[in-house]
């Protein structure tokens, strides 16, 4: 325990050298645990949120503690972990966050860090480039796709004015959830939102999204927003960003894409194919905490026009009078976005990437690839077992013939394992499992073995 909050450099080097062998041990011991743990006793959660004490608590206790407290729920960081959309976070980033919470610069203005903001622009600037938007185009990043979803919806409802009520919002049935919230919060009433019918492929119907603004604008409705997804969390499913990207350009519309979890396949050659449409977008919600592996907090949204999201958020109190106006080599991020203070987002990024090259990371995302593509193929060898659609991304869904029930005790023995770590999601009526790989420890054995756990469940029947 420390007296001071500012630590002397030997009470520093003394804390950095036990948080630092704490971290190096978990991750040593990070193969061999499990993928997930029982529920958490009422006692340990009771002496987890126990409050601080007037003096300080030994730091080997609280780490003691701090290894109670990771010992309970889904072990995200695994390899073993297939649920939801994983990550496992690569420690040159943790590197990277652990460098801007020391130094611990103010960067939502160009006034306070101009240098780690030229750091963020040229990420940001390497990010548009992906996705081949023009020398207008800029971004923000967030911490995560839910904020720059819903940032995104502002700046396409401010092109309507205060008066927004007569403006619609389209999206996919399968969409993220995060779409209709962010709508909801940024006032858009219920009876403005349109979920779009999906095809046999899962992808958004087109047909049925032009049949829909056409009947609105009958009503004297107008289209306010179309959002496709560029990769949908239930099956990794690409929608025909071309064809939207051409009725919002008809409509009028703004046409935003969620490519929260898969836009940085656009890396590969095959997830730049099946991304084809997404350079046509007005904006583009990434999270570079999905498929650039990096820890959790860190994802953004892209613009085609950076004047876009100054029209709709750019403000500032009388208290910053001194802060210089936006520029686009050093902006404002707080004019770009809802956040005034932020976290040095982009120092870790950049670090990852620049130490790594962008080239390990496109290896990664070939190899999540070919994971998924591996695991349907094994499947659909698998009597009994049908894959909603094929891997256009990293994820899989199957389910069983037998139905639900048949289907919910596979996913019950393949979590109780405790070998992998699996997510559900329904299509339609029916109960699928998922297989999501988007983790740089997930290997060619882990994949295996939870298809053993499938055969081992349609053994015992």
């Excluded at 160009?110 to 185009?137: K, N, T, Y």
């Excluded at 004047?307 to 500032?316: E, K, T």
């Excluded at 994820?395 to 996913?411: C, E, Q, S």
Aim: charged share 20%.
């Amino acid at each position: 325990m420390f007296d001071s909050l500012d630590l002397n450099a030997e009470e520093r080097s003394q804390l950095a050298a036990l948080v630092s062998a704490f971290a190096d041990n978990y991750l040593h011991e990070l193969p061999g645990d499990p993928a997930s743990w029982p529920q958490i006793e009422a006692g340990a959660v009771a002496s987890l949120a126990a409050p601080p004490s007037e003096v300080g608590t030994p730091l080997d206790e609280l780490l003691r503690k701090v290894t109670v407290a990771l010992n309970s729920g889904i072990n995200t960081a695994s390899g073993k972990f297939l649920s939801y959309i994983p990550s496992g976070g690569i420690y040159s980033a943790a590197a990277g966050r652990f460098l801007g919470a020391v130094v611990n610069r103010y960067t939502g203005g160009s006034h306070g860090a101009p240098g780690l903001i030229a750091l963020e622009q040229g990420v940001i600037r390497w990010m548009c480039d992906i996705f081949d938007l023009p020398d207008a185009a800029s971004g923000v990043l967030f911490s995560g796709g839910s904020t720059a979803n819903l940032t995104a919806t502002i700046a396409a409802r401010s092109r309507l004015g205060h008066d927004f009520g007569h403006g619609v919002l389209y999206t996919s049935e399968r969409a993220h959830h995060s779409i209709e919230k962010s709508a909801s919060m940024a006032g858009i009433r219920p009876d403005r939102i349109r979920s779009i019918p999906v095809d046999g492929e899962l992808r958004l119907d087109s047909a049925a999204l032009r049949a829909a603004i056409e009947a609105d604008e009958a009503a004297g409705l107008s289209a306010m927003m179309i959002v496709a997804t560029g990769g949908t969390t239930d099956t990794g499913t690409i929608d025909p960003l071309a064809e939207c990207a051409e009725i919002a350009a008809k409509s009028g519309a703004w046409f935003h894409v969620d490519a929260a979890y898969g836009g940085f396949f656009a890396l590969t050659l095959r997830g730049r194919a099946r991304l084809s449409g997404i350079a046509l977008a007005d904006s583009i919600t990434v999270d570079a905490h999905k498929s650039l592996f990096l820890p959790f907090g860190i994802g953004g949204l892209l613009v085609r026009n950076e004047a876009s999201l100054m029209n709709a958020l750019d403000g500032r109190g009388a208290y910053m009078q001194d802060v210089p106006d936006h520029a686009a080599a050093i902006p404002n991020y707080f004019a770009m976005g809802p956040e005034l203070t932020r976290p040095a987002r982009g120092l870790e990024a950049w670090l990852a990437l620049h130490l790594h090259g962008v080239e390990a990371f496109r290896h990664e995302l070939d190899r999540m690839i070919d994971l998924a593509e591996w695991s349907a193929a094994e499947l659909e060898r698998l009597d009994g077992i049908t894959i909603a659609a094929q891997p256009e991304m990293s994820i899989v869904a199957f389910r069983a013939d037998a139905g639900t029930a048949a289907t919910k005790r596979i996913f019950e023995y393949m979590n109780h394992s405790r070998r992998v770590h699996v997510s559900s999601t329904t299509i339609g009526d029916e109960f699928f499992i998922r297989l999501a790989f988007l983790n740089q420890r997930t290997t060619t054995a882990v994949a295996a073995d939870a298809l053993e756990l499938v055969r081992e469940s349609l053994a015992e029947g």
